[in-house]
């Protein structure tokens, strides 16, 4: 203790975390009924939001800090894995003269996925094993005057529709989907099968066909355990990585009396 004390860098290191820490418990204690999960994601999407601050103190963009500070500090290992229900409505937008090969490829993944299972993100492709496919009609697709021509194939990674769940929760204070925490203890990211039409009879032997209508679909969730795992390996690694550095966090930030920081120059 007598260390910290006598080192601003270690006191500015344990004061930030201890902070960190509270919020935390703050988010797991919080209890606001039917609005407990969202309240309690955006403490930890903010946390993370902060500690990228931190971690990537030189990238300006909110963006490409969060996905940076989600691939470095996080131990996420399918952050990487392609959404595969997301690619494949993005293929069905798409001209049919293109795509062909991965088409068939993500087709036959979807079209796969047994009825009424829980599908973990575990299961999906790797960015890399996609990658090969029909890769010449990215090019052609961007050159087309289309509203998702600046769309590429790592837009599917996971860790770029986690991204998509942060801008939904803090600028919107909801969650995009349709997808129900069905595993309370679970801390994967899964889909569920859902029908539009609340309509059972749709399933059975006209599933597939349901799903290329789209009047069953499959929600992915992003559970609550999940993102709590997330930040709290985040912000382990990134004490660490203060410690071995010797990184002042607050220096990240800018304090005085004025909201406009340059003003505290």
């Known amino acids: 203790m007598n260390d910290v004390a006598s080192d601003p860098i270690l006191e500015s290191i344990e ?14 204690k919080l209890e606001a009924g039917i609005h407990t999960n969202l309240y309690r994601m955006s403490i930890l999407i903010s946390i993370i939001d902060a500690m990228a601050k931190v971690s990537h103190v030189s990238v300006i963009n909110n963006r490409e800090r969060f996905l940076k500070f989600i691939e470095d500090f996080c131990d996420w290992p399918d952050r990487n894995k392609i959404s595969i229900s997301h690619l494949y409505k993005f293929l069905t937008l798409t001209p049919s003269n293109l795509f062909s090969d991965l088409r068939g490829e993500v087709e036959r993944l979807y079209f796969s996925w047994p009825e009424n299972a829980i599908i973990s993100i575990f299961q999906e492709p790797e960015l890399d094993s996609l990658d090969s496919l029909s890769q010449n009609d990215w090019a052609t697709f961007g050159s087309l005057n289309h509203q998702l021509s600046r769309t590429v194939l790592p837009d599917f990674r996971h860790v770029e529709i986690f991204y998509r769940l942060r801008n939904s929760v803090i600028h919107e204070m909801r ?91």
């Open 15 to 28: 004061t930030y975390f201890g902070a960190i820490n509270e919020m935390f418990e703050t988010a797991k």
């Open 175 to 265: 969650t995009p989907g349709y997808g129900i925490e069905l595993r309370d203890e679970g801390d994967e990211p899964y889909y569920h099968l859902m029908d539009q039409t609340l309509n059972v009879s749709l399933r059975g032997k006209d599933f597939i066909e349901n799903l290329k209508k789209g009047t069953t679909t499959w929600e992915l969730v992003y559970p609550f355990n999940f993102i709590k795992r997330l930040s709290e390996n985040g912000a382990i690694n990134l004490k660490y990585h203060c410690q071995s550095n010797r990184i002042p966090p607050h220096d990240s930030y800018t304090f005085g009396s004025y909201w406009i920081a340059p003003l505290n120059d």
